[in-house]
């Protein structure tokens, strides 16, 4: 440098993480993960125009939407094309950003006569310590605080502009192979990877043997081929898409109409059942609440359906306390799900059509609607049961007497005799046996000697000509004038007193504008229990008649 007559040549050398192109015809292209920690594979959307972080990693997709190449060089920056876009696309971005992600900070691709942002990027070598080595950020040509960096916009992840530097602004640039053999053999190891979760079997939620076959001989035929040693991008990509249709098409084994089952937690094993207020509910034990029927709703969707409170599942309130069941035993005012492997065993997700996952909230031990992620909470197994194991159990006092509603047929124990009341007087209410069975939803008399009994599920059931009783399979308020069964006085003397009322709130209206709580007065009849409306002009306490008969000898005790 003393002497001003000698010449200088500086060199300066950049290394990057990618090969850089001079224009789109001859453009290196590559595959970018925006998160090396998460991976998520950036893809143009010509729907939305803006680049969205897909979830999908590339080698499980052949479209050219996920393809980048960069035409310039590190000293005067980079254009940034996509195959899909095309030649005349370039990625684009605000003047001015402010680091929102609203949709006016969003990267778009936009046509080369339109742009009104910046086109070229800069690229920087990543600071943060947990960004892989090979990873870069693509930093904003003039407001360099702001680099890419994936961001939720619309429930959706996308590419927009941020002042922090972590792995949501790492970047990893995968060259695409143009014969298509890297990608096809990557797609082949992780399917051969993942192949330990394709478990095939014969009972709900297992996948069906077939659909798992037909992912292996897509595998082999891919091998068989790459072995060969002679790819090309056409064929290696029918290979791809052989195999990712095979993955896509793997069946999940439906539960059977007119079986019954249980659906149990994969994970904190408990059992999904039916609260009295009508939610479901989390259960360790296992009885007729817990059993269920899946009635087809059509192909691979199935209406749920509780045996016990003979109601389908009929609403989807995502993140409130549990569900509701319709009252109405009416398939199409039911809510259809649909039964999906979870690619372990046979866990499954159940999902209603058009709405958020069932899911255990172990906290409040209920099922609710979870649109938060599918996670073990949510995952399931429905295991075919003997409902004859599966009984309701009640428990008849010293008294000796109980009511009984059911929202399905069932068998009345050999020790136990059951009434309905064919009539009512001002003074006495006449009882009517009935034998065998109890219809569905028939609120009946019973009666035995102390102790717990069993009332196991029947096919079908005898109608009952006449019966005044009435019942529900869920606690309920009734708001009119009835009588309850009773015991009183000593000796005990059984029969129907008039039931209490007392003074309650609906709050169904807290917090809704102009709206007002209403008050009223109800007596409180349980699940499964039974009352009787009362009579014109009814005496405070109704004794029973059984008609012709003048004893009941084979009962013992009080």
Known sequence: ASDENKEFELVCEAALPFKTSDSYNNAVW???NIRDDSPTYLCYNAAKDYIIANESSYPLTDSDAYIWAFIGNPFDGFQIVNKAAGETMLLSAPAAPTGNKNAEELARMVAKEDATGNLVWIVKEPTHANAASEAFYIEHPTATSYAFNRQGHDGTNVLCYWTGRDTGSAIQAMERDMTGATELQTLVDKVKAAKGNYVAGTAPGYLTKASVDNVAAAVEAAEAYLAAG???????????????????????????????????????????????????????TV??????????????????????????????????????????????????????????????????????????????????????????????????VDIDTNPHSVTITEAGWATLVLGCNATIPADVKAYVVSSASETSATLAEITGTIPANEAVLLNAAAGTYEFKYAAEATPVAENLLVGTVYDTNVELKAYVLSAQGEPVVVGFREAEFKVSTNTENDGAEGAEDDTFEAFKSNAFRAYLPAPAAGARFLSFDFGNETAIESIEGA
């Open 30 to 32: 590559y595959y970018m």
């Open 230 to 284: 002679s790819a090309t991008e056409e064929k290696s990509l029918e290979h791809m898409r052989a195999i990712n249709a095979a993955v896509a098409a793997l069946a999940t084994v439906q539960p059977e109409e007119g079986k019954f089952y249980t659906v149990q937690n994969s994970y904190s094993n408990v059992f999904m059942g039916v609260g009295n207020t009508s939610g479901m509910v989390s259960s360790q």
């Open 287 to 384: 009885g007729l609440g817990q059993v269920f029927q899946f009635v087809s709703a059509g192909e691979d969707i199935f209406y749920l359906y509780n045996v016990e409170r003979g109601a389908y599942l009929n609403t989807n309130k995502a993140h409130q306390q549990g569900q509701e069941f319709a009252a109405a035993m009416v398939p199409d005012e039911a809510k259809p799900v649909k039964i999906a492997n979870l690619g372990s065993e046979n866990h499954v997700s159940i999902t209603p059509i058009g709405g958020a996952t069932l899911h255990h909230d172990a906290g409040q031990g209920t099922i609710v609607a979870w649109n938060g992620g599918l996670n073990s909470r949510s995952s399931w197994k429905i295991v075919e």
